[in-house]
């Protein structure tokens, strides 16, 4: 074979060894993964209907679960905490909706706080109030409380409605309450819109009390 073709042999497949493989066709695009997504869905009604329901019936347990464990909205019922809470008290159609934080209600607990628990007479019914004191705190009582003033023992706090005496049962009828009937805290007003907002619980003044030596 002469040289001449020997090299141009040779180039030919050094050429070929340095020359990078062709590009693959580029993947599909989103969209057309989620078109084919889609094609997996049935294409009948009643078969649409039952696919649907599927993917409801597996999120109603985790919708369920956060609902009970984590966060829940809450229609607030009564004039207990007006006037922050329900300030159109007059109205059964205005009733206020908080944003209630479920997870870790008993801790960090602060005085002015708005929480939900347990009523200590009805389990069954949730209430509304504002921490007044805390364990170790000695709180001046109102009526009908029969002594006029209770030391908070370890592991309790002590609840009022911001409304008038009269107007709330809270810590003045049943005495401090455990923490373990507290379910959760309010963390934001949702309506009515016009007090959309977090429940700056901190600007709220409370009543005098002795407070536990720190």
Do not use: C
């Amino acid at each position: 074979m002469p040289v001449k073709a020997v090299e141009r042999i040779t180039s030919k497949l050094v050429d070929d060894e340095e020359r990078p493989a062709p590009l693959r066709p580029v993947m599909t695009s989103t969209w057309k993964r989620v078109q084919n997504w889609r094609g997996w869905r049935p294409q009948s009604v009643a078969g649409q209907t039952a696919w649907r329901l599927g993917v409801l019936a597996t999120w109603l347990p985790v919708v369920a679960w956060i609902n009970a464990h984590v966060v829940e909205m809450t229609v607030v019922q009564g004039a207990s905490m007006y006037p922050f809470i329900n300030e159109d008290k007059d109205s059964s159609l205005r009733n206020d909706i908080v944003l209630t934080w479920k997870w870790s209600p008993q801790t960090d607990l602060q005085r002015g706080m708005v929480v939900t628990l347990r009523s200590p007479n009805n389990p069954e019914t949730v209430a509304i109030k504002r921490i007044v004191g805390l364990e170790g705190d000695t709180v001046h009582t109102r009526p009908p409380y029969p002594f006029p003033k209770v030391k908070i023992p370890k592991g309790h706090i002590w609840v009022e409605g911001d409304g008038r005496p009269g107007t709330t049962i809270d810590s003045n009828t049943y005495g401090p309450v455990s923490k373990r009937l507290l379910v959760g805290r309010a963390t934001h007003i949702l309506y009515p819109f016009h007090k959309f907002g977090a429940v700056k619980w901190w600007d709220h003044i409370p009543r005098p009390i002795e407070r536990r030596p720190r």
